[in-house]
């Protein structure tokens, strides 16, 4: 049985100081990780500065990203800030990447969002090449996307840094089954960019995304964990993007009730289901999840 693992995602501050105790708040609380988004619009800092400054900040905190777009960098480029950033953190940064896929991003940079079977292999490339590029000694790579030669970059990280794949489709959940050290299982998106799927929802739909990890995975076993948009008490503003969070009744990701029912509602996906870690998706619900990590972090 897994230890229970408990994330949050922190966009933004007014200040480095005001950053800092948004980490150690964290920290103290018993949280594990904290956690930075990756979208070029909206208000939201930039994920390595934000990263360094809360690790800086704190002693114990992990810091990682939830998820880093791949399209954005390539991936030598990400890899050389990852490490750099792992050893100065001495060891603490874990990695979450995914395609990208928000098309306002790619639409206000001028960048041009591919189909989602060309992004979803170039992950597949990026992948493999961070993970060479981690190891010792020079690594090279061949792909359609990515060509390296013969590249031995310097720092190495503290040690590998844990991978992380964001997934809701059949593609991107066998991509992380197979590659990643933990899947963050979400709603799928839609193609084109614009929003989830309102008709990826609910619990049914969950376990078949659980049993595809399970099945990618063979005899791998990658931690599962999922982003709560919904915590304590219902909220009359949509909780992600444009989907009711009424959609997703019966999930980890909408944990209702009190801070008893919420812990059970854990404990219950750990148990029966090795969901094992759970972030928060928005700040406005850490005040009603601090209680239940200081119960079940310990």
Not at 8 to 15: D, I, K, N, Q
Not at 139 to 160: N, V
Request: hydrophobic letters at 40%; a negative charge.
């Amino acid at each position: 049985m897994r230890r229970l693992r408990f994330g949050a995602v922190v966009r933004e501050a007014g200040s480095g100081k005001a950053w800092a105790e948004k980490a150690r708040r964290l920290e103290g609380a018993g949280f594990d990780v904290l956690l930075v988004p990756d979208h070029l619009v909206g208000p939201r800092f930039a994920p390595i500065a934000a990263l360094t400054a809360a690790a800086c900040a704190t002693t114990r905190l992990r810091v990682g990203t939830l998820v880093f777009a791949n399209d954005f960098r390539h991936p030598a480029v990400l890899a050389k800030e990852a490490a750099t950033l792992d050893l100065l953190s001495d060891g603490r940064l874990e990695v979450g990447i995914g395609t990208g896929w928000l098309a306002g991003d790619y639409a206000a940079a001028g960048l041009t969002l591919e189909p989602p079977n060309v992004r979803v292999e170039r992950l597949r490339e990026a992948i493999a090449v961070l993970k060479g590029l981690w190891g010792e000694g020079a690594f090279s790579f061949e792909g359609r996307h990515y060509r390296i030669s013969g590249l031995d970059q310097r720092p190495k990280p503290a040690r590998r840094p844990p991978l992380v794949v964001g997934a809701g489709g059949a593609r991107m959940l066998r991509l992380a089954a197979e590659e990643a050290d933990v899947v963050n299982i979400g709603m799928r998106v839609k193609p084109d960019g614009s929003g989830p799927d309102p008709g990826d929802g609910g619990r049914q739909a969950f376990l078949d995304k659980l049993a595809l990890v399970r099945e990618s995975a063979g005899e791998r076993r990658p931690e599962v964990g999922a982003s709560v948009v919904q915590v304590g008490e219902r909220k009359t503003e949509e909780a992600w993007s444009a989907t009711d969070s009424s959609a997703l009744d019966g999930t980890p990701q909408v944990l209702l009730g009190t801070q008893h029912d919420i812990a059970d509602q854990i404990r219950h996906w750990r148990d029966e289901h090795d969901v094992s870690y759970f972030v928060v998706h928005h700040e406005r619900d850490l005040a009603a999840f601090e209680p239940v990590v200081e119960d079940l972090a310990t």
